[in-house]
């Protein structure tokens, strides 16, 4: 078995070199497994944008695809705007997300573990929930907010559909990430610290700035580049209020050529295949950022304490209780109004309010089952991939074994590719590959596919996360003789009880309302509300396939708040 | 003229009797044709219900699931898998195929994937499909006859029968008739400048089935879509509802393209189509805009394939394709069967009677491709503030 990279337990060299064999046979199974999984349908999108052949035609190859994509799509400038607009979005968003997580674990803030919880319910909800809300009431001719300030002060100060219109609307969306990421383990980080610095005479934010955050640096780093590799994936928002002005993105030219009648795959895979060469420099750079120092912050002597911020703290929670309602309130009434209104949006009809839609939702014969293979694919998703990607993470943070970047490389490729060039690329590989092959068409295939969704998220959490944890527990279990397993199912994970229920209610939520990355592998046997939701969409039903969302957005708001009273009970504890 | 003379007498008996003797022959050849076909179908069927299944690819206007439902309550034996999509569905057939699988029976959507799959070989007749009297018998079809889309005449069934629309919306709070429009040179008229809406819709980046229309019409063409883009200052907007939306509230009085307008009146909001029959170039037939049934070589359940495909082009499954096209989907579709109710039908999809509509043949979307998108995208530059 291997051992963690702990210097207590000095081992015979027989010993040694089996538990090194069995570390090398468990790695070569992992990257074998992951790099399959995951490299081989990235391989087959690469290979395919340097094929020219039009849709039927033999292969053949060359740049074509390529020099296409750059010179008549415009790629070059969608390229620019999604960096652009990356970078402005985090600018705010980073920084002010940190600031929630800190005051949210480290402070005597009421009400602050509600407050976290109303960040996980935004995050389960859909942008594009958020994004007609948004339009509703910041559209520069009719917006809500608008006419009430025309009518107020004769002036409408605010139009949607801008480049700061975009960034305001995932600013509000975007924080919960933050604040779900970085809250548990800001809240795991031992007091000790932060009462030596306040001893010392620095005062609250000095000893934030110059303790809190450099210890939190891993995970503070990890949470950075998680949104920055995700800046590819980001669609409807910009179609929607991008469109009207002239704002292209990376990701709506990808999904545009994708979906040409016939499909310019080869261009898609081409301008898919850059992202490629921007993580080849971007997974260095974070090994690099949190590799080299000792971040660890829970020892056996944790101590946990809130700051008391006096009367601030009443300040602070109606301004967190503001950007909750923001983040929770416009996405949810956006939806339900999109439901129980006649036209969402529009309150001067004859009739404004019908439960029409709702009977119309209710009566579909199609939701039961959609509902029972949603339920399967992300139950075995949350239960599965807790226990692999902490596994994972575990051998690349506490192993010295051979391989440990090429996994860690290969944990961040999926959260850069677009779903429909995913979906793809996994078409492909279950289809050319015997062992899938019969499997095709089943509910086990988008288990597996689903599994990719937020695999780069789920690893890199657990990795930031283990480098906090101190490895004094875990060398007391393997020297009383626990041995790795014993250690790691026994020590590690009721430690990571907190950050394993987050990875379980990430991987459900992702399961079931992934989309694009599944849509080519499902049937009408197979489908889950996420693709029944599209498939209403399509349908003219537009109204039920929001109620169908509300209906993901319930599952996993229920399974969130069993696996926070579960997280609760492990884990730990926060004062 | 005496009966004993001339034709009269037995020459008359003569034809008389050899005139009944034929009917006799041809009412036992279509007894027994009849009787053969009745058979034939019997077999079919039962061979059909063996199979149990039947899979079909395409759009809302196959896998829709109030179509299915219909033809599961008729067929409760034969279950119906569907994978429903749009343009990345050929994807998927070529990815299978290329593996071996050949899953698919049916499958139905606009003539451009059924003109992919057809040019890589992968269609297998139609013709050989249809059995049951009501759908081979051609006089009940457009024009007394079954249109194909394909050069050989038997592959890409054409079933429906939409003529081209205005594709134009009003506010009818703001205008209140379009009259001064006969064509559609006249939006280009200075008076619309500014005051045009666009729905560039096209799943994903294809090219509208209206613009390949406009583009391909000699009395239209590429110089009415380049003026139109690049004289009017267009408000284009990307997304279906939202264009609407837009119409409604007033932001343009004139809307070329919007989608669901008869919905949106349906639901109160303030505005109309405009009629195709006040456009002198529009109404043409057969193109993009109409959906076929095509059958898949290797198919997997030869015997459920042929009963889907009668049940869905005989009356009762067009009925129901029609009706749920127009009502649930909102989508003015009028099926090529002539002898179906078309009161179910949108005022767009109608068609008039008497009026002789140009039946085109496929038009080439890859052509108009580049050239629409690039005339969208530098509109849509054009429009920023």
Same mark, same amino acid.
């Given at each position: 078995?291997?051992?963690?990279?702990?210097?207590?337990?000095?081992?015979?060299?027989?010993?040694?070199?089996?538990?090194?064999?069995?570390? @090398?046979?468990?790695?070569?199974?992992?990257?074998?497994?992951?790099?399959?999984?995951?490299?081989?349908?990235?391989?087959?999108?690469?290979?395919?944008?340097?094929?020219?052949?039009?849709?039927?035609?033999?292969?053949?190859?060359?740049?074509?695809?390529?020099?296409?994509?750059?010179?008549?799509?415009?790629?070059?400038?969608?390229?620019?705007?999604?960096?652009?607009?990356?970078?402005?979005?985090?600018?705010?968003?980073?920084?002010?997300?940190?600031?929630?997580?800190?005051?949210?674990? &480290?402070?005597?803030?009421?009400?602050?573990?509600?407050?976290?919880?109303?960040?996980?319910?935004?995050?389960?909800?859909?942008?594009?929930?958020?994004?007609?809300?948004?339009?509703? $009431?910041?559209?520069?001719?009719?917006?809500? #907010?608008?006419?009430?300030?025309?009518?107020?002060?004769? #002036?409408?100060?605010?139009?949607?559909?801008?480049?700061?219109?975009?960034?305001?609307?995932?600013?509000?969306?975007?924080?919960?990430?933050? #604040?779900?990421?970085?809250?548990?383990?800001? &809240? &795991?980080?031992?007091?000790?610290?932060?009462?030596?610095?306040?001893?010392?005479?620095?005062?609250?934010?000095?000893?934030?700035?110059?303790?809190?955050?450099?210890?939190?640096?891993?995970?503070?780093?990890?949470?950075?580049?998680?949104?920055?590799?995700?800046?590819?994936?980001?669609?409807?928002?910009?179609? @929607?209020?991008?469109?009207?002005?002239?704002?292209?993105?990376?990701?709506?030219?990808?999904?545009?050529?994708?979906?040409?009648?016939?499909?310019?795959?080869?261009?898609?895979?081409?301008?898919?295949?850059?992202?490629?060469?921007?993580?080849?420099?971007?997974?260095?750079?974070?090994?690099?950022?949190?590799?080299?120092?000792?971040?660890?912050?829970?020892?056996?002597?944790?101590?946990?304490?809130?700051?008391?911020?006096?009367?601030?703290?009443? %300040?602070?929670?109606?301004?967190?209780?503001?950007?909750?309602?923001?983040?929770?309130?416009?996405?949810?009434?956006?939806?339900?109004?999109?439901?129980?209104?006649?036209?969402?949006?529009?309150?001067?009809?004859?009739?404004?309010?019908?439960?029409?839609?709702?009977?119309?939702?209710?009566?579909?014969?199609?939701?039961?089952?959609?509902?029972?293979?949603?339920?399967?694919?992300?139950?075995?998703?949350?239960?599965?991939?807790?226990?692999?990607?902490? $596994?994972?993470?575990?051998?690349?943070?506490?192993?010295?074994?051979?391989?440990?970047?090429?996994?860690?490389?290969?944990?961040?490729?999926?959260?850069?590719?677009?779903?429909?060039?995913?979906?793809?690329?996994?078409?492909?590989?279950?289809?050319?590959?015997?062992?899938?092959?019969?499997?095709?068409?089943?509910?086990?295939?988008?288990?597996?596919?689903?599994?990719?969704?937020?695999?780069?998220?789920?690893?890199?959490?657990?990795?930031?996360?283990?480098?906090?944890?101190?490895?004094?527990?875990?060398?007391?279990?393997?020297?009383?003789?626990?041995?790795?397993?014993?250690?790691?199912?026994?020590?590690?994970?009721?430690?990571?009880?907190?950050?394993?229920?987050?990875?379980?209610?990430?991987?459900?939520?992702?399961?079931?309302?992934?989309?694009?990355?599944?849509?080519?592998?499902?049937?009408?046997?197979?489908?889950?509300?996420?693709?029944?939701?599209?498939?209403?969409?399509?349908?003219?039903?537009?109204?039920?396939?929001?109620?169908?969302?509300?209906?993901?957005?319930? %599952?996993?708001?229920?399974?969130? $708040?069993?696996?926070?009273?579960?997280?609760?009970?492990?884990?730990?504890?926060?004062? | 003229?005496?009966?004993?003379?001339?034709?009269?007498?037995?020459?008359?008996?003569?034809?008389?009797?050899?005139?009944?003797?034929?009917?006799?022959?041809?009412?036992?050849?279509?007894?027994?044709?009849?009787?053969?076909?009745?058979?034939?179908?019997?077999?079919?069927?039962?061979?059909?219900?063996?199979?149990?299944?039947?899979?079909?690819?395409?759009?809302?206007?196959?896998? =829709?699931?109030?179509?299915?439902?219909?033809?599961?309550?008729?067929?409760?034996?034969?279950?119906?898998?569907?994978?429903?999509?749009?343009?990345?569905? *050929?994807?998927?057939?070529?990815?299978?195929?290329?593996?071996?699988?050949?899953?698919?029976?049916?499958?139905?959507?606009?003539?451009?994937?059924?003109?992919?799959?057809?040019?890589?070989?992968?269609?297998?007749?139609?013709?050989?499909?249809?059995?049951?009297?009501?759908?081979?018998? !051609?006089?009940?079809?457009?024009?007394?006859? =079954?249109?194909?889309?394909?050069?050989?005449?038997?592959?890409?069934?054409?079933?429906?029968?939409?003529?081209?629309?205005?594709?134009?919306?009003?506010?009818?709070?703001?205008?209140?008739?379009?009259?001064?429009?006969?064509?559609?040179?006249?939006?280009?008229?200075?008076?619309?400048?500014?005051?045009?809406?666009?729905?560039?819709?096209?799943?994903?980046?294809?090219?509208? +089935?209206?613009?390949?229309?406009?583009?391909?019409? /000699?009395?239209?063409?590429?110089?009415?879509?380049?003026?139109?883009? +690049?004289?009017?200052?267009?408000? *284009?907007?990307?997304?279906?509802?939202?264009?609407?939306?837009?119409?409604?509230?007033?932001?343009?009085?004139?809307?070329?393209?919007?989608?669901?307008?008869?919905?949106?009146?349906?639901?109160?909001?303030?505005?109309?189509?405009? /009629?195709?029959?006040?456009?002198?170039?529009?109404?043409?037939?057969?193109?993009?805009?109409?959906?076929?049934?095509?059958?898949?070589?290797?198919?997997?359940?030869?015997?459920?394939?042929?009963?889907?495909?009668?049940?869905?082009?005989?009356?009762?499954?067009?009925? +129901?394709?029609?009706?749920?096209?127009?009502?649930?989907?909102?989508? /003015?579709?009028?099926?090529?069967?002539?002898?179906?109710?078309?009161?179910?039908?949108?005022?767009?999809?109608?068609?008039?009677?008497?009026?002789?509509?140009?039946?085109?043949?496929?038009?080439?979307?890859?052509?108009?491709?580049?050239?629409?998108?690039?005339?969208?995208?530098?509109?849509?530059?054009? !429009?920023?503030?």
């Amino acid at each position: 078995m291997p051992q963690p990279d702990s210097p207590a337990a000095p081992a015979a060299p027989r010993a040694r070199i089996t538990a090194l064999n069995w570390g @090398l046979y468990l790695m070569i199974v992992l990257i074998g497994f992951m790099g399959f999984y995951i490299l081989y349908p990235l391989a087959l999108i690469l290979i395919n944008s340097f094929n020219v052949a039009t849709i039927g035609e033999p292969t053949r190859w060359g740049f074509g695809a390529w020099t296409e994509a750059f010179t008549e799509y415009g790629a070059g400038e969608a390229l620019w705007n999604t960096i652009h607009l990356t970078v402005v979005r985090q600018a705010i968003v980073f920084p002010l997300g940190v600031f929630l997580a800190w005051v949210l674990s &480290r402070t005597n803030i009421p009400f602050a573990r509600g407050f976290e919880f109303l960040f996980w319910i935004s995050f389960m909800l859909p942008s594009v929930a958020s994004t007609y809300g948004w339009m509703l $009431l910041l559209d520069p001719d009719y917006g809500l #907010v608008n006419t009430w300030f025309d009518n107020l002060l004769g #002036v409408m100060p605010f139009d949607i559909y801008s480049f700061w219109g975009i960034v305001w609307v995932h600013t509000v969306a975007g924080l919960d990430t933050k #604040v779900m990421l970085l809250t548990p383990a800001f &809240r &795991r980080m031992d007091a000790a610290m932060e009462e030596a610095s306040l001893l010392c005479g620095a005062g609250t934010l000095r000893t934030m700035f110059r303790v809190t955050l450099p210890v939190m640096t891993p995970i503070l780093v990890v949470v950075l580049l998680l949104s920055l590799v995700r800046l590819f994936e980001s669609f409807e928002t910009e179609l @929607l209020l991008g469109t009207p002005w002239g704002f292209f993105v990376y990701s709506t030219m990808i999904v545009d050529l994708a979906r040409q009648d016939p499909p310019l795959t080869n261009q898609a895979a081409a301008l898919g295949s850059i992202i490629l060469v921007f993580l080849a420099v971007f997974i260095p750079l974070q090994r690099k950022l949190i590799g080299a120092r000792q971040f660890t912050t829970v020892t056996s002597h944790f101590k946990a304490k809130l700051i008391d911020m006096g009367p601030w703290k009443y %300040l602070a929670a109606a301004g967190i209780g503001a950007i909750c309602f923001l983040a929770v309130g416009v996405p949810i009434l956006s939806a339900l109004g999109g439901s129980l209104m006649v036209r969402f949006g529009f309150f001067d009809l004859p009739q404004t309010w019908t439960l029409e839609y709702w009977r119309v939702a209710l009566n579909d014969p199609r939701l039961m089952l959609a509902l029972q293979n949603t339920l399967i694919i992300a139950v075995v998703s949350a239960v599965v991939g807790p226990i692999l990607f902490s $596994l994972i993470a575990y051998i690349i943070v506490r192993t010295r074994l051979p391989g440990r970047s090429v996994l860690d490389s290969i944990c961040w490729l999926p959260s850069a590719v677009p779903g429909v060039l995913a979906g793809l690329g996994l078409l492909w590989m279950f289809l050319g590959t015997p062992f899938f092959r019969p499997l095709y068409g089943t509910l086990f295939l988008l288990i597996i596919a689903s599994m990719m969704g937020g695999i780069t998220l789920a690893t890199q959490v657990l990795k930031a996360n283990f480098i906090q944890l101190g490895k004094e527990l875990e060398e007391a279990s393997l020297t009383s003789g626990a041995g790795f397993w014993g250690t790691y199912f026994r020590i590690v994970l009721p430690l990571m009880g907190q950050t394993m229920a987050l990875i379980a209610v990430l991987k459900f939520l992702f399961a079931a309302r992934t989309a694009s990355s599944v849509i080519l592998l499902a049937t009408s046997e197979t489908r889950t509300l996420a693709l029944l939701a599209l498939d209403q969409i399509a349908g003219g039903y537009r109204e039920p396939a929001s109620i169908t969302v509300l209906f993901i957005v319930l %599952l996993t708001t229920g399974v969130a $708040l069993v696996a926070r009273s579960f997280g609760l009970k492990v884990g730990i504890q926060g004062a | 003229m005496s009966p004993r003379n001339g034709l009269g007498g037995p020459a008359v008996r003569y034809v008389r009797s050899g005139v009944l003797a034929l009917f006799g022959v041809l009412a036992l050849a279509s007894y027994g044709l009849a009787a053969d076909a009745g058979a034939k179908w019997e077999k079919t069927l039962a061979a059909a219900q063996a199979e149990g299944q039947v899979n079909i690819y395409g759009g809302d206007e196959i896998t =829709h699931h109030e179509i299915l439902g219909a033809f599961q309550k008729r067929y409760p034996k034969i279950k119906v898998v569907s994978v429903s999509g749009h343009s990345e569905l *050929i994807q998927r057939m070529i990815a299978e195929r290329r593996a071996k699988k050949y899953l698919v029976d049916l499958f139905s959507y606009g003539p451009n994937a059924a003109r992919t799959a057809y040019i890589l070989d992968y269609l297998a007749p139609v013709k050989p499909l249809l059995m049951l009297p009501e759908v081979t018998d !051609q006089s009940k079809w457009y024009k007394g006859q =079954h249109f194909y889309r394909d050069p050989d005449g038997k592959y890409i069934f054409l079933y429906e029968g939409t003529p081209g629309t205005a594709s134009m919306a009003y506010n009818s709070k703001l205008l209140t008739s379009l009259k001064g429009i006969d064509s559609f040179w006249d939006i280009l008229d200075p008076k619309w400048k500014g005051k045009l809406g666009f729905y560039s819709y096209g799943r994903g980046g294809s090219v509208p +089935t209206p613009m390949l229309q406009l583009y391909y019409n /000699p009395d239209v063409g590429p110089k009415f879509l380049e003026r139109l883009f +690049t004289k009017m200052d267009l408000t *284009i907007s990307r997304d279906r509802r939202q264009a609407t939306n837009w119409l409604a509230r007033g932001k343009y009085p004139l809307c070329f393209m919007c989608r669901d307008v008869e919905k949106a009146q349906k639901q109160g909001l303030p505005v109309k189509t405009y /009629p195709a029959e006040n456009i002198k170039e529009a109404g043409a037939m057969g193109s993009g805009n109409s959906s076929v049934l095509a059958h898949l070589k290797g198919a997997p359940h030869p015997n459920a394939a042929a009963v889907f495909a009668n049940w869905f082009l005989s009356r009762e499954g067009q009925s +129901t394709w029609q009706r749920v096209m127009n009502q649930v989907v909102v989508e /003015p579709s009028n099926s090529m069967r002539t002898d179906i109710s078309k009161d179910d039908v949108l005022t767009d999809g109608k068609r008039v009677e008497g009026k002789k509509y140009p039946m085109l043949g496929f038009l080439d979307p890859r052509p108009v491709s580049k050239f629409y998108w690039k005339l969208v995208k530098e509109a849509t530059k054009r !429009q920023k503030k």
